[in-house]
Every structure is written in C-alpha cells, then in structure tokens.
C-alpha cells in the first residue's frame, strides 16, 4: 500500500502559476517509483498530465500542457510536484497523484491520492 497526499490546489488568475506537490508513504513505498499527476474536469474523462521516473529525468507530459508544466521529484523527501505555468481556464481540474512500480506503467497507475482542485478564473 502507497499513500499519496496532493496539496497546493487552490484559485488562480488566467496566466498565473501553482505548485502543486505530492508526499508518498507507505510500507510498500520505494524509491524507484514512477510518479505522475492526472486531472479530472467535472463531465470529463480522468487523462494523464505528467509523470517522472525514479531518477526525475525521465519524464513524460501530455501535450495540452507541454512546454507550460514541470514535474519533478525529491525522493530525500519523497514527493514529487508540478510547477504549472501560464494557467488557463480550461486547466480547472481536481488533480491527482500517482505513482506506479514500473515506469512502463506510469500512464495506468496503481496508486492514487485523493486529489486536489485548482480553479483558474479568466
């Protein structure tokens, strides 16, 4: 068991940024994992954002945010963010962590957090 806990949601103005971040624990946490953000509109699908191998090098972002989103990790502290720029509306979202054991996964996670809501006004 892997838990995940997000924070760092809140409102924003069209263009502005958040830093969203997330803390792993768990007995079964280790290093090695692959972690990543969704998000979830309300009437939407849940679709992927980001995600970050073990080392923070590898990474993998969807391209409605490339280019405007950073992820990236510290595993002394065990917990990744998301550094999201040039906000915009259609970003409004309650975004969730997760993580996986195999990085070849890291778009069908095994572990979830509760999620956190980011609102951007226009």
């Known amino acids: 068991q892997v838990q995940l806990v997000e924070s760092g949601g809140g409102l924003v103005q069209a263009g502005g940024s958040l830093r969203l971040s997330c803390a792993a624990s768990?007995?079964?946490?280790?290093?090695?994992?692959?972690m990543g953000w969704f998000r979830q509109a309300p009437g939407k699908e849940r679709e992927f954002v980001a995600a970050?191998?073990?080392?923070?090098?590898?990474?993998d972002y969807a391209d409605s945010v490339k280019g405007r989103f950073t992820i990236s990790r510290d595993n002394t502290k065990k917990t990744v963010y998301l550094q999201m720029n040039s906000l915009k509306p259609e970003d409004t979202a309650v975004y969730f962590c997760?993580?996986?054991?195999?990085?070849?996964?890291?778009?069908?996670?095994?572990?979830w957090g509760q999620g956190t809501q980011v609102t951007v006004s226009s």
């Open positions: 997760a993580a996986d054991r195999r990085w070849t996964d890291h778009r069908k996670p095994d572990y």
């Open positions: 768990g007995r079964t946490f280790i290093s090695t994992i692959a």
């Open positions: 970050a191998d073990w080392t923070g090098y590898s990474t």
